[in-house]
């Protein structure tokens, strides 16, 4: 994809999936490292450290937020200190093409 | 009551369509049946079932003078008060679980359960037997006290970030949606109570059945921690809820409550939390397992009250009352 | 009728289940609870709602004879081309909106509320008054030529990409739900409607009060949006549904209706809409802001109608049917 | 009955809602609507249909005396062994389908249809014809035997992984959900069913008219595979539901069922799985094409029994019952 | 991966979230600029230029399709021009690896 | 991304959309193939090869698992085997950033 009319430009996609419980948690992390935007969906899961409770809560929160790389730095290390450690949370990185880059920076 | 009386009461319970579905969803996880009520309906179920309960308890509130329900209100809060104190203390000469686990099982037993307390109302009312309707507001008050002194007594008064966790759950969904239920039925009162009886009151029997065949499964799923829970969970699971049952009992009967009020309110003390607590439990102490606490109030002192516990917090509130 | 009789029958209104939760749905916001009907059941529920009303209006349609429901007819397709006309005219007065926004409000309001409709009729049949059956055919009739008139306003009759927009919306799941329900409830009869009454006759108020639960969260969000909207936009929540209920209430006593059914007809040209409208309108004219409609049509007029509007409109019917 | 007492019970059949909304579906397809019932809601829905009519079964099962109900079963039993067995041979002369694709419509064509089971009884209660409780048992039981003999047709009986395949369809969710649900009902009885009849009983029909809109839109884009469909299918689907429902009506009579017991039992021969059977030859039968199967049992048996196949099978019941 | 019995190949994968309203004609577009397939599911979200009906609508709608480098250009273009100035829409791409390329192309 | 406290790496995001009546026999593959985890998802979807009949069964399933490039590959041959062939199934791979590498492999 080659520069149009729109900015075009790599961001990170960062998923994160985790116990519902944690949604509004994580989405005022995600906020205030930076994230001006993102998506959620419902999930069920299974992982190694599983305890085994989602379902109770009604399953798991998928989250994915478009962010520029200072920002997936920021909310990583949230989630290192206040969420891996205790919940049961994965979470991905990968880069990403987008138009209007100014909406994710 | 004899004897015979009473096991006709208890299989009257057991028989009855929730607690059946309930075992449905054991069988259903040991077959290997992949049966899931999706998120999506599982969640709208318990908002219903909250919103439901708190409705039915506003309009209950209405029609109860000040005079008859402040004594028992005032026993509920003591018993709210008490219970996660007793458990947290009796775990600790019974478990070797650290002071977190105690806390978060604490804060299960000192909340109440929704559906063992709906168990307890279709078991007295196809026994024809009576009870002030104002017991679902004291399934409402109970509901929150016992998990904030579950969290005190996990954290400790200097805990940090208590506050905010405190604001987690007192606004939280389940709380909101009982309270708020409470005031729809409250203000609407009888009159409007009525329009929306056939969808809040007539399916609710009903839908807790859909609800109880998923936490059949969810307790199935749970079933192998049961293996790694000590002999002494094991005691308190079955005991603990004796011993609540049998202050809740009493604490109703000295309130001035009927023999059926008073067992109701033993039921509402003997019972763990499934949905307010695990929630606001995982979310003020990560650090505990769920693993345990959902084993012990899930898979031990749920079933345990179905079937054992409902027909004798009976006996005992007619015992009691008899005095 | 007198003002006391009145205000009771406002208080009425005011505390029925369905309008004390939209008032549940305002305070979760305000509290920032984690509360959220999911999103597939949401569509469920409109869904059911949509086609309930439908069946129930087909049902009333064919008790109706020919003779009874023409002029009725006749004057709701009237007021369904004039209000939206009069809602641009007089926004131009009113507010600074452009073309656009215009035509989008004017859609809106051309257009109406189920729910609204929903609560009048709550309110006359706990106040015991007759109306005639088939006001939910007019519904129907009501819902779709507003949304044409003002997509119209806005694009001018040349506008490119009309034709495929009014297929969208004639052809909508809201236009099909009601218009398929009326179909299936006027060949259906009251002997088929019977087997299915528990489930759309019965249910209907308890899953508005689940709906209305989550319009008021809906709401609560848009508050916001309200601060920004000048005072010209205030205006207009507030007079024009007393000016276009009074237009309902003139055109259903000319009709030949009943002072209930020419209420009803009152609140269907004061309530605007805000299910059908607004995918309509997102669609067809993307360049409107729908946090201007929104805060108008959910932030102001429909609490307005909900708590003032609809006595007024019964007191506006008795006074214009004693003429 | 004379030839106008037939059709018009064929018009009862052919407006109910159930059969509207079928339609409506149909034509929301053919109109390119949007309407979809989310995926959570259209798995609860099914979930709620099986598990209800397992309940109502159990409880006619409990009603029913073993001497009452013993011919009956072992007639359903030979009949669900038979069916597939003659859908199998006359597929062969019929139409060119090889032995996967003909065992795969015998699955479908010896297990039954939910839904055209229902509007049968629904037909017979506007009806006012009586017909026997446990004729919801004979469903549940006719549900499995008629899918494992038209996977093994298919498959043979050496084939591989055919046990892992059985396990799936005979632990799968529909086969717990209908004789948990017969388990349920028969274990709580009359006595416990009333309190969730609201839920289970009464909604029914109205819960089956919102599935059947969801199954006609599903019909509806089948419609393009009916046209490749060859002129043996057609003849097939028309045909054999004639044969195979003569075929439960002489078996329910011998059995010394009532006439509408009989009727009863013919539909439940005439018609197609599309609950059970489509996952169930999904997952055993691969290579098997969806869409043929789908096309005949859900575009035109379906249909084809909803309005000419239940009221031809209740003349012959009656027919059968004057010999 | 390495080239097996099956063609190996890589192709875009087009993620695109927008109001739940726009389902319909974001799928026909899709399809016009040649997409041969897409999963779509249900999502709620948050951005910047968020307008805050997509609740009152049922939430968003988050649809994915593998295609083409060509198909993907395609389809941002009809983005750029009919979705992107009016509505809340995000999208984003990269490049995910496949068996049975003739799939997708 | 540089590597902190957490072992960072990169793992294959293997994405599977298939049927909704497979979803088990999908998850016990994977976990046969040495998957740890996996995230499950509802979707609608359409394909080249679409058979019509998710519908009648409730829809698609997505599943997102994280894996070494040795057990995606272990699944694609699953895939290819018993899958692919029969039903109406996509996948998709990806490489993606991960902290905690031991979680995943
Ligand atoms: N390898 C994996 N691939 C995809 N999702 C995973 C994986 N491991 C864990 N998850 C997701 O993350 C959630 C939490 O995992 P855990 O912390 O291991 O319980 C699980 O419920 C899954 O939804
Ligand atoms: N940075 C982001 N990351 C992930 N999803 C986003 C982001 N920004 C917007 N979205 C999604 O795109 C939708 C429309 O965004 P907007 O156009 O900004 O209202 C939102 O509702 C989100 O679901
Ligand atoms: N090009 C594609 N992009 C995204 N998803 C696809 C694509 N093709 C197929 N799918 C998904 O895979 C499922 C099965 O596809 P198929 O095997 O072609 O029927 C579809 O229902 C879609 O959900
Ligand atoms: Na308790
Ligand atoms: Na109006
Ligand atoms: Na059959």
Known sequence: ?105 | MDLQASLELALVNLTSPPVLAFVLGLVAVALRTDLRLPDAVYQATSMYLLLAIGIKGGVALREASPGDIAWPLVATLVLGVTIPVAAFALLRVLTPLGRIDRGAMAAHYGSTSLVTFTAAIVFLEASSIAFEGYVATLLTVLEIPGIVVGLLLARGLRGGGMGETLREVVFGRSVLLLVGGLAIGFLTGPVGYVRVEPFFGDLFTGVLTLFLLELGMLTGRQLSALRQAGPGLVVFAIVFPLLAGFAGVLGGTLAGMEVGGAMILGVLCASASYIAAPAAVRLALPEAKPSITLASSLGMTFPFNLIVGIPVYLLMAEAVGSW
Chains 1, 5, 6 share one sequence.
């Open chain 1, 1 to 105: 994809m080659t520069a149009g009319p729109s900015d075009f430009g790599s961001v990170t996609c960062l998923t994160i999936v985790a116990e519902s419980v944690l949604e509004e948690r994580l989405l005022s992390v995600i906020e205030s490292c930076g994230a001006r935007g993102w998506t959620v969906s419902m999930a069920q899961g299974h992982g190694p450290s599983h305890h085994g409770v989602s379902g109770i809560e009604g399953g798991n929160v998928r989250v994915e937020t478009l962010v520029t790389e200072e920002v997936a730095a920021r909310i990583w290390g949230a989630l290192e200190k206040d969420f891996f450690p205790h919940y049961a949370v994965s979470a991905w990185a990968y880069d990403v093409r987008v138009a209007r880059m100014a909406r994710y920076s």
